[in-house]
């Protein structure tokens, strides 16, 4: 169960997150649209998974490479955008999101 402060600290880390990707690391996502689906954060605030959903599908694996690899340049950039704001910036372990395609293999299947 998260408590108040745990999810605040979700809904702020998931807004800085997404624009980080929309306005600075542009290139780590490779130009590739990347959303910030859900972020969970530990009771001690001192981790986050980050859920992400890449479109389109062929590049998905290589954008979440490239975005792995990069994890502690974008914790970098997210420390200085909310580093008022929190005393501690969370270690980020980034996941894919695969709610997308399982909604749209339901829709086919109920569609034939």
Known sequence: ???TR???ISRLLQKEISELFQKEVREIAMGVMVTVT???ISPDLGQAKVYLS???NDKIKDVYQNINEHASQIRFALGKR???QMRIIPNLAFFLDDSIDYLDNIDRLLKD
């Open 82 to 84: 909310v580093g008022k």
């Open 54 to 56: 890449i479109f389109p």
């Open 38 to 40: 859900v972020v969970r």
């Open 1 to 3: 169960m998260d408590s």
């Open 6 to 8: 745990q999810k605040k």
